[in-house]
């Protein structure tokens, strides 16, 4: 049929589910890493004002240092994302990145602020892109509008390497701990929320059809390929610039099984595997999504004990086994942080698991110290750094 490509043909069955999410795991080597951080940003002389995309563009240099690409979320929180690379190349590169930006938006009287959950504005978009049009549709408020505006979080994106299973595995069985270690958003609306990370309690409101974590039985790709079927579908992409929000309840299965209005394309699965929002999500990498936003100088350490718990199989060997009875913890990681006993003797194995694995990754012993630090301060009195969070801390 003339115009026909596969992207356009319609998917005969949930095979073909099943072949896309096979390729999402294929293995491909390698231990790169590249980080996507987001930052709220505030005028200096007044933090309850939103300050405006452009008037952030205008401050920042045409080109950052590292090579980071610039990109701002719907509430205009800022965006850096690092090109991928061994840990200490990316760790440079980006450090010269938040630090250039950090400098330029400061001499216009701006602060870089490295916090998970806005903690004093309120939701507000001011991007009215299409596609974000449907998704405020879809998630509704207040949490849709939250998450959407007023979340920041530190996005880790790992290769598969030679055994992608055991890396989702780890991804998962960490999260409750790695959260709790660095929830940092304990504030709204100018006072606390209940919460040390309040960025988690968000996504935890919101559809649990794309947000919970994917559940596993040892076959990462058929395990994955159930979770784009069973989620819900947000919305359908008709024209480049023309979304449909789907408000009936139905999910991926639903629209392959009855075909109409028409059958999903490999594009539609392809767009709607952008739509799903797990904890830890395949893209032929993983990408680590439950970490709060840190401070400007203090997101290295969050970066350097994930990838040395999830990459290296000596320290992971150890994390396993130490958080391996509280792997399900999410909830009260989230509302506790350090503070829970079990998850705080779990991070006390666990960054010393780190520490003796980093230098073995090529960490220098500026990035040790520095993760020891943070260890001291916060992981063995078990106080997150939210527990020491304040609005005149951020600035």
């Given amino acids: ?113 490295g916090v998970g959950l806005d903690p004093v504005r309120p939701a507000r978009r001011q991007l009215t892109l299409p596609r974000y049009d449907a998704m405020a549709e879809f998630l509704g408020r207040p949490y849709g509008a939250l998450m959407m505006c007023s979340t920041a979080s530190i996005q880790v994106n790992l290769d598969l390497g030679d055994r992608p299973a055991a890396r989702w595995e780890r991804a998962h069985a960490l999260g409750p701990m790695l959260l709790a270690a660095f929830a940092n958003s304990p504030l709204s609306d100018g006072r606390p929320c209940g919460w040390m990370s309040g960025r988690q309690a968000v996504w935890d409101n919101l559809d649990p059809t794309r947000t919970s974590p994917v559940p596993r039985s040892g076959d990462p790709a058929a395990d994955w390929a159930e979770y784009l079927l069973n989620a819900r579908l947000m919305l359908v992409r008709e024209a480049d610039d023309h979304y449909r929000t789907i408000r009936d309840g139905s999910t991926f299965r639903d629209w392959l099984e009855s075909g109409g209005p028409r059958l999903p394309t490999a594009e539609d699965l392809a767009y709607h595997a952008t739509t799903v929002f797990p904890p830890v999500r395949p893209r032929g990498w993983l ?8 401070h400007p100088s203090a997101w290295p350490v969050c970066v350097a004990v994930t990838y040395a718990l999830i990459t290296d ?77 304040t609005l005149e801390g951020l600035l």
Avoid at 69 to 81: A, I
Avoid at 83 to 100: I, Y
Avoid at 287 to 294: H, K, S
């Fill in 287 to 294: 990408e680590i999504r439950y970490l709060d936003a840190q």
């Fill in 313 to 389: 199989d000596r320290a992971a060997d150890t994390a396993m086994a130490a958080v391996e009875p509280h792997r399900h913890a999410w909830a009260a990681a989230a509302r506790c942080g350090l503070a829970d006993p079990r998850l705080g003797r779990a991070a006390e194995t666990c960054f010393r698991a780190a520490l003796d694995a980093l230098p073995r990754l090529g960490a220098d012993a500026a990035l040790v110290g520095a993760v020891a630090a943070f260890a001291d301060r916060h992981v063995t009195p078990g106080r997150s750094p939210a527990a020491d969070l």
């Fill in 1 to 113: 049929m003339i115009g026909v490509t596969a992207e356009s043909a319609p998917l005969r069955d949930a095979s073909e589910v099943a072949d896309f999410a096979r390729n999402s795991f294929r293995p491909a080597g390698g231990d790169r890493v590249g980080v996507e951080l987001e930052f709220l940003v505030f005028d200096r002389t007044d933090v309850t004002g939103q300050v405006p995309v452009a008037r952030v563009e205008q401050a920042l240099p045409p080109l950052l240092p590292g090579g980071s690409k610039v990109t701002f979320e719907p509430g205009g929180q800022l965006e850096l994302s690092g090109p991928a690379g061994s840990l200490p190349l990316m760790l440079t590169a980006l450090e010269a990145d938040v630090a250039a930006a950090r400098d330029a938006l400061h001499a216009e009287g701006l602060a870089l602020a």
